[in-house]
């Protein structure tokens, strides 16, 4: 039996420069599911993406999924794509275990807390000798270009070329911060111990909640602050009235993993990627 794509429609260009297409996925000309995919806006017209792949019911569980996938790489190949990346809902035990055979590389997981109670509910103290305060002015760009020197340097260290990092990062910092402090439901706060700054914390408080930095300084690890902050992320934003609270874990951070997990967040999306050789 041949497995092949079927265009759907012509392909599709995005004023940011991105493409799509959609395809059916045919048995023998026999139609079984379908494929969506396009280009990456945060990395550029070279890395591709499998935006969706689904098999009708019927047809799972005789390597429809796999060969369709090999199909889609094959198919941004020629788009002139060098990687592929996707993302997989966590409960898709099947999509994950093929994106593994596939030779997929997990780079990062969105992670979700359910926010039980109301939002006038009393919150977790601080530990006696700490204290939370907002991030100061003169304080702004030292923390920014610690943050933009560590989210790229997250990124090639796990494949990204240098020139693609710094297209995410700047996209990604224009659509989290486009005001930098004054960003409407943001909180950029500072956690000292005993007068000593020990971590920060970059929270978007409106529903879903978002966690897009926390960090405790190397040598202040190791005491809790992490726990600490996230439990202060967790507080604020159900007391602004979010039902969730989400974030991004490189994969490979155990202890950032291990933290999150003993505070009740779950994976919800795994993402990976695939160099097209």
């Keep these: 039996m041949t497995t092949t794509l079927r265009p759907v429609g012509p392909e599709r260009r995005e004023a940011d420069g991105t493409r799509a297409r959609t395809y059916t996925v045919c048995v023998n000309s026999r139609p079984v599911g379908g494929v969506e995919l396009g280009t990456d806006r945060r990395y550029g017209p070279t890395v591709g993406r499998i935006n969706a792949l689904a098999i009708d019911a019927p047809d799972r569980g005789r390597g429809r999924g796999t060969v ?3 199909a889609a790489e094959e198919v941004l190949r020629q788009w002139g794509c060098t990687r592929v990346e996707t993302a997989v809902p966590a409960a898709a ?39 939370l ?16 020197e560590g989210f790229i340097a997250s990124l090639t260290s796990r494949g990204v070329p240098h020139e693609q990092a710094l297209a995410h990062e ?39 909640g978002w966690v897009f930095s926390v960090e405790v300084l190397a040598e202040q690890r190791g005491h809790g602050h992490g726990r600490t902050l996230m439990l202060a992320a967790a507080d604020r934003t159900r007391h602004a009235g979010a039902r969730t609270l989400q974030l991004n874990v490189f994969a490979g951070n155990t202890p950032a993993l291990t933290l999150y997990e003993s505070l009740g967040f779950r994976p919800i999306d795994h993402h990976f990627h695939k160099p097209l050789l």
């Design 170 to 208: 700047a996209g990604a910092y224009a659509y989290a911060l486009p005001d930098g402090p004054a960003t409407p439901g943001t909180e950029l706060l500072v956690l000292e111990h005993e007068g000593t700054v020990v971590g920060h914390l970059w929270l978007r408080t409106t529903d879903p």
């Design 68 to 70: 369709a996938a090999l």
């Design 93 to 131: 035990d099947h999509a994950l275990r093929m994106a593994a055979a596939l030779g997929y590389t997990e780079r990062n997981r969105t992670m979700r807390l359910e926010l039980d109670g109301s939002p006038s509910g009393a919150r977790h103290p601080l530990p006696a000798g700490s204290t």
């Design 133 to 148: 305060r907002p991030l100061r002015d003169d304080e702004y760009d030292e923390w920014r270009a610690h943050e933009r």
